[in-house]
């Protein structure tokens, strides 16, 4: 019987640092794993920013009262209550904030239909009513 032949992992413990644009500068594999984009944070704050510079315009424009209209509305259909199994549809804020008018993938890959959160109503009712 032939002696085993021991396989050195392929691994490197440490990636060879290119030079380009947005590589990331950290010689440790964890720090070059959990390297993040500098726009991700923008990215996520971008609909807060962007409202912000339309309420600041309109007071800008039109006076205090403006904003606070709009800030009242918006919290108001944040409101809306439905029963606890309805997923809502969020039409009147979207109309409100102008989310109504652009198309993104959420308007077709995030289906209400192929939703986990659809739970059966019967049992959520009596649960939030104390029946049980």
């Excluded at 085993?4 to 413990?13: E, H, L, Q, R």
């Excluded at 990636?15 to 990331?24: E, I, N």
């Excluded at 309420?55 to 800008?60: D, E, F, Q, T």
């Excluded at 439905?82 to 039409?91: D, K």
């Amino acid at each position: 019987m032939e002696a085993s032949v021991k396989v050195m992992p392929g691994m490197k413990d440490s990636f060879d640092v290119t030079k380009g644009h947005l590589a990331p500068l950290d010689k440790n594999c964890s720090g070059q794993i959990s390297f993040e984009h500098p726009l991700k944070l923008s990215e996520e704050n971008y609909e807060a920013h962007r409202n912000s510079l339309n309420m600041n315009i309109l007071r800008n424009r039109e006076g205090i009262h403006a904003p606070l209209k709009m800030t009242m509305e918006m919290q108001a259909a944040k409101k809306v209550g439905r029963l606890p199994f309805l997923q809502s549809s969020n039409a009147s804020l979207d109309s409100l904030t102008g989310r109504d008018l652009c198309l993104d993938f959420t308007d077709f890959l995030n289906l209400p239909e192929f939703s986990e959160t659809l739970r059966q109503p019967h049992a959520v009712m009596e649960k939030s009513l104390g029946i049980l």
